[in-house]
């Protein structure tokens, strides 16, 4: 940990009241950056992670915004930037998971999901960006997922969300790249957050998945954000348009235990 890394940086972490958002926006304080913490509807935990950061010395405010919703997100950069300054670091991690089958997936809820994991990454990048590029300097990093590669059943919303952001990331870095700022994405693989486990609660299912991962665990929020923080510093000068995998190696492995 270099307490001095981000000075000077305001990072916005999208959807970082728990999990992998509460962990990435800690870290970023503890390396010296101003945080916004954002939430849609868990203000405790939300207060619960700026707290956290206050108690260590660090600098973090709280913004509640849908990032599935146009007028939120545009309320959202335009209040982290009158508060905290221009976002020069963008971590865009809040998602949307549905467990619908196939045949029971309305398109209602797929274009929720769509909204909230694809276009308001787009619409919040783009408002951020720009400001990026009067600078000459940024850094976006999208979170997708091992399921970007790795199918499972009954999650084609958020499998096919996933895909786009990978997409976005390869455009997004080919356009800003040349104006100084890169566009990189994080694609974790299983990791213990309260999204993931709610979704396998019988701890035997938890067990015989976790015996699968070459690891042979989940992955722990941090592990994830040693990534982020790669990705968005200026050691990664030559990384743009690329998806880093931390998976343990899961989405190497075959389809089936052996």
Known sequence: MRPDRFDGDTVLVTGSS???GAATAAAFAAEGAKVAINY????????ATRQAICDTGGTA??????????????????????????????????????RSGLFDLSLEAF?????????????????VAVQMVQRGRGAIVHLSSILARLGVANRSAYIASKGAVEGLTRAMALELGPKGVRVNAVAPGLIATEALLAGMPDP??????????????????EEITAAILFAASPEA????????AVDAALGARESTPA
Do not use: C, K
């Not at 849609?40 to 207060?47: C, N, Q």
């Not at 146009?70 to 020069?88: I, M």
């Not at 000068?237 to 880093?244: D, M, P, W």
């Open 18 to 20: 728990r999990g992998i």
């Open 40 to 47: 849609r509807s868990d203000a405790d935990g939300a207060a």
């Open 61 to 98: 405010e709280v913004f509640r915004a849908d990032i599935g919703n146009e007028a939120d997100v545009a309320r959202l950069a335009a209040e982290v930037d009158a508060s905290l300054g221009p976002v020069s670091i963008l971590v865009n991690n809040a998602a949307l998971i549905d």
């Open 111 to 127: 274009d929720t999901v769509w909204h909230a994991n694809v276009r308001g990454v787009l619409q919040l990048s783009q408002l």
């Open 204 to 221: 035997d299912v938890q067990a015989a998945i976790a015996r699968h991962i070459p690891e042979g665990r989940f992955g722990r929020p």
């Open 237 to 244: 000068s030559y990384l743009n348009g690329a998806v880093i």
